[in-house]
């Protein structure tokens, strides 16, 4: 398996360009964020182009002359589990006829019956019932074999089987599927796959196949893991899934209930995935969501939802993007980092309430009609090392968030404020140090945004306009040290000495 450090290492902490904070200071203007759309365009055009589906991030990466050194020494970043992908099988597969409304109760534990009647209407024949694997471990023969004996409609022959009815993997059962396998699932009679037992799979294909389905329109089949299932998921393709509005339907989702007790956290390396609604996770602590590309999605292309100390690593999101490509809600210490964002709608990369501790480390984010990295109600949260560049608002955004440290950013050429701070409460601080700010609409800006300690930014290159909204008329502290020589606190009212930086986190 590919060493994960080694990957984000290769990333880039700012992703060198060619022209740095040296070349904006000489005067030239905007030529770095120039340098930088054109090279993101170029890494673009590579990530859309089938023909490199099967190429590491990182060798793209080089190509485009966007890969260089990144943080080194974090070893807290890297997950602490690792798939097996060698495990055994438990012995024969063994599976029976299910009623489809058993599978759908089972999987709304927890989650509730939002779009469970949708799914019910979906069926090309409601009276059968669904394929339950209830022990062993199965592979795509054994799958064909089980479908057959239970009278189950299906077509496809040698590696690729096309579902016409729904799957459920039973607690204490797995299915296994291998490099060049495709398990496909029909729109138009309406399959799914729910996993409560384990699915394995490298180099392996699961996708929604058919025209829209004729009862529902809106249904897109979908693949869910819940309760103490467990999904480790390697290379291979994950497509055409997801459909509603809840992450029971999203596409590839795992659910965990108060009571799910999984024997490892999911697992999701090095898929290409397309035209799916979201990659969503739930209620799982530590899952890892590891160097995969995602395009063309439909909704938050990542969603965290209540997923503590969850790690999303090295991913590159291009093509349609309706809305967030990484959306954390109420996760604290999830980890994004080492991801590659490029064009899309709304803001890149969000945070917000409940995800204390987290942190956003080394990413790029370009081309955004929203925002680049949006912070709400994210408490003792790190945006440190990202490259933000030419987005359509801010290029990081902290609200209602306390004990934020913004370090090492380089923000650029984004359409309003390189960082904006908002909302904070009284006597608060946010550590702003060792960002580079250029040629955005304005440099610094805050609306209530109480006191920004400030430590060895570089704004040099913002020289239009250091600072906007209510600390505007503290231009002169600025000005006259464009380069951070000295440290000091500033808010709307002036400026005051530098405390130590001593956040209240745990």
């Known amino acids: 398996m590919p060493d994960p450090l080694a990957l984000l290492r290769r990333l880039g902490l700012a992703l060198l360009l060619g022209a740095g904070p040296q070349a904006m200071a000489a005067g030239v203007p905007d030529q770095a964020s120039l340098d930088a759309q054109a090279r993101f365009q170029a890494l673009e055009a590579q990530l859309l182009d089938p023909a490199t589906a099967g190429r590491p991030l990182a060798d793209l990466l080089a190509e485009t002359g966007l890969a260089a050194p990144l943080l080194a020494g974090r070893p807290d970043w890297m997950p602490s589990w690792s798939p097996d992908w060698a495990r055994p099988a438990d012995g024969p597969a063994r599976g029976e006829r299910l009623p489809l409304r058993l599978a759908l109760t089972v999987l709304s534990q927890g989650e509730g019956d939002e779009g469970n009647r949708a799914v019910m209407a979906a069926q090309s024949d409601p009276s059968l019932p669904s394929l339950a694997l209830r022990g062993g471990e199965a592979t795509l023969a054994d799958l064909r074999r089980l479908l057959r004996e239970a009278g189950l409609p299906h077509d496809g022959e040698g590696a690729a089987l096309t579902l016409r009815a729904p799957l459920v993997v039973w607690p204490g059962a797995a299915l296994r599927l291998g490099p060049g396998e495709s398990l496909l699932l029909s729109r138009p009679d309406g399959a799914f796959v729910v996993n409560l037992g384990r699915l394995t799979a490298e ?240 440099g610094l800006a805050s609306a209530e945004g109480a006191g920004l300690l400030l430590r060895a930014n570089d704004l040099a290159g913002q020289f239009q306009q250091f600072l906007a909204g209510d600390i505007a008329l503290q231009t002169p502290h600025v000005a006259r040290d464009p380069r951070g020589g000295e440290a000091f606190v500033l808010s709307a009212s002036g400026r005051a000495p530098a405390p130590p930086w001593q956040p209240s986190c745990p």
């Open 203 to 442: 180099g392996a294909t699961l996708a929604g196949t058919g025209e829209a389905n004729a009862r529902v329109r809106s249904f897109q089949p979908f693949l869910a893991t819940a309760q103490d299932g467990v999904i480790a998921w390697r290379g291979g393709r994950l497509a055409r899934l997801g459909f509603g509005a809840t992450a029971k339907f999203a596409g590839v989702s795992v659910l965990r209930g108060p009571l799910g007790r999984p024997e490892a956290p999911a697992w999701i390396e090095g898929a290409l995935i397309e035209d799916v609604l979201s990659l969503a996770v739930s209620g799982e602590a530590g899952a890892v969501i590891l160097s995969n590309r995602l395009r063309d999605m439909r909704g938050p292309a990542v969603l965290l939802s209540h997923a503590p100390r969850a790690l999303v690593l090295g991913n590159a999101f291009a093509g349609e993007g309706p809305t967030n490509a990484v959306r954390v809600l109420g996760s604290p210490r999830a980890t994004v980092a080492g991801n590659v964002v490029l064009g899309g709608e709304r803001a890149g990369i969000v945070l917000r309430a409940g995800s204390e501790g987290a942190r956003v480390l080394a990413n790029a984010v370009w081309g955004r009609d929203g925002g680049g990295i949006v912070l709400t109600q994210a408490d003792c949260a790190e945006v440190a090392g990202n490259l933000v560049v030419r987005n359509g608002q801010k290029g990081v955004e902290v609200r209602q968030s306390r004990d934020v440290a913004v370090t090492g950013n380089t923000l650029w050429s984004n359409h309003s404020a390189g960082l904006w701070v908002s909302a904070q409460e009284e006597g608060s601080l946010t550590l702003v140090e060792g960002n580079v700010l250029g040629f955005n609409g304005a």
